[in-house]
Structures are given as structure tokens and as C-alpha cells.
């Protein structure tokens, strides 16, 4: 986030992940409150664990339906924190 800001390129959160994706839930990352975010614990957007390619039968289409949603919001790029592998 550090560096966005010195670019001064915009961020926002997206709470509880896809979830809040889906719900169209973003806060704004003001870098005056979160410049030392790196040096806590936890995460101030939340978790959740829902998967928006779950029980669908395109994963092609639910791709192309997202992609909307980015363009709803005004997002130009995701940078995902976090997370497990499977």
C-alpha cells in the first residue's frame, strides 16, 4: 500500500473478501491511518470463506460476471493478501 500511495494510485479494501466482493462492501485505505499496518497482527477487512466459482457450471461466465463487478467498482487491479493454497 506504501507504494501505490507514493505512486498515487488509490486504494480500497474489499471486507471479507469475495464475499464483500460480491456485496460490493469496500472501505477506503487512508495511508495517514494504516502506514503501520505491517506491524500488527490480524486483518482490519475480515475473512470469509466464500468461493464465487463454487457450484456454478461456467466458470467461464461467472469469470466474465466478475470482471463486471471490477469494472462497477472501479477496479484496476487485485492484490490479494493472505490466504491458504490447496
Same mark, same amino acid.
Given at each position: 500500500?506504501?507504494k501505490? =500511495?507514493d /505512486?498515487?494510485?488509490?486504494?480500497?479494501?474489499? +471486507?471479507k473478501?469475495? !464475499?464483500? *466482493? +460480491?456485496?460490493?462492501? &469496500?472501505i477506503?485505505?487512508d495511508?495517514?491511518?494504516h502506514?503501520?499496518l505491517? &506491524?500488527?497482527g490480524g486483518t482490519?477487512l =475480515?475473512t470469509s470463506? &466464500?468461493?464465487? *466459482?463454487?457450484?456454478?457450471?461456467?466458470?467461464e461466465?461467472? /469469470?466474465k460476471?466478475?470482471?463486471?463487478? *471490477?469494472?462497477?467498482?472501479?477496479?484496476?487491479a487485485?492484490? /490479494?493478501?493472505g490466504?491458504?493454497? !490447496?
Amino acid at each position: 500500500m506504501l507504494k501505490a =500511495y507514493d /505512486a498515487g494510485i488509490e486504494c480500497i479494501g474489499i +471486507l471479507k473478501g469475495w !464475499k464483500g *466482493f +460480491l456485496e460490493n462492501k &469496500t472501505i477506503p485505505l487512508d495511508i495517514a491511518e494504516h502506514d503501520d499496518l505491517h &506491524t500488527v497482527g490480524g486483518t482490519i477487512l =475480515y475473512t470469509s470463506r &466464500t468461493n464465487p *466459482f463454487k457450484g456454478v457450471n461456467s466458470k467461464e461466465e461467472k /469469470a466474465k460476471e466478475l470482471a463486471k463487478k *471490477f469494472e462497477e467498482l472501479g477496479i484496476d487491479a487485485l492484490i /490479494a493478501i493472505g490466504g491458504v493454497l !490447496k
